[in-house]
């Protein structure tokens, strides 16, 4: 009976160390991802990177007091900007849009690469549970070998129906668990990915708007601009040209700054699951080193 209950408790934590090793696989594999990503991009030193990032703030920084500088200049010039206070609204809403587009793009990516992670995740859970199905398969085909008893009363051997009953009653129950468990997890990942088409389609409609409200704005601008002259307007739309090629090449550096958070967070957590793990390992040493003790 106490052999029958020190197996139980072996099967239990055996169970439990399967699980945690399949997390700590799935997380390294999600991390390899990113950091296949990071290469391919060119960014896998963080350092360099927050270098580059840096380089690229005070480049635009300068640009953004240059063009202050001339607004400034401008608007000293008090008729000429009363003047031409219609193409300056026309240039500010300008200006807003290609801010609102710039930052409609980035987050695009952001669900992109949000997505593309967990299409991986959906996919190594679906393995775990194909797996974990053939492996509840092939348990119940197999014969349970009968063990022998000793009537301690009669000296006729008996066989041990109870152990046989319980193994088979705990190891359905352990793979129905195992199996729930990963459900939920798929059915999480397939409502994040739901949300995050969704948010796809909103931003797409929402970017194809301001394309087409900067096209009109463009046009509205060049109508204009044929009529009046304006100090400064060639040297601010030239800075702001550049402004806004630099944060888009910037945003493709933050893009990688971010994939290496995620990597930080997969380290973390993996550490602690190896931590669990090691705990779960020497648990499992005691209770066999019970087991022959007995």
């Given amino acids: 009976m106490i052999f029958d209950l020190i197996d139980y408790s072996n099967n239990e934590i055996q169970t439990e160390i399967t699980e945690v090793q399949n997390q700590i696989l799935n ?69 807003e849009l290609d801010s609102n587009i710039v930052n409609i793009e980035g987050r695009k990516k952001e669900i992109n690469l949000s997505i593309v992670s967990n299409e991986y995740l959906l996919s190594d859970y679906q393995s775990e549970m194909n797996d974990i199905k053939a492996t509840g398969e092939i348990n119940y085909k197999l014969v349970i070998d009968k063990h022998i008893l000793t009537c301690p009363l009669c000296n006729s051997e008996v066989e041990n129906k109870l152990h046989n009953e319980r193994t088979s009653k705990s190891t359905t ?39 087409r409200k900067k096209e009109i704005l463009e046009l509205a601008l060049q109508e204009f601009s044929k009529d009046i002259k304006v100090p400064y307007l060639p040297q601010i739309n030239s800075i702001n040209i550049n402004i806004n090629t630099l944060e888009k090449d910037r945003e493709i550096l933050v893009e990688s700054k971010r994939v290496f958070n995620k990597v930080s967070e997969f380290k973390k957590i993996i550490e602690d699951d190896e931590s669990t793990l090691n705990t779960l390992k020497h648990k499992l040493s005691n209770t066999e080193g019970k087991r022959k003790e007995i």
């Fill in 27 to 95: 997380k390294k594999n999600k991390m390899n991802n990113l950091l296949g990503y990071l290469d391919q991009r060119g960014n896998s030193n963080y350092s360099e990177l927050i270098s580059e990032i840096e380089n690229f703030d005070i480049r635009i920084n300068k640009l953004i007091k240059r063009k202050e500088d001339l607004i400034e200049m401008q608007n000293s010039e008090k008729e000429l900007v009363s003047s031409n206070r219609e193409f300056t609204l026309l240039n500010s809403e300008l200006n």
């Fill in 173 to 211: 129950t352990n793979f129905n668990r195992i199996l729930k468990a990963i459900d939920n997890k798929v059915k999480m990942v397939h409502e994040v990915l739901d949300s995050s088409n969704t948010e796809l389609e909103e931003l797409e409609i929402e970017l194809n708007n301001n394309l």
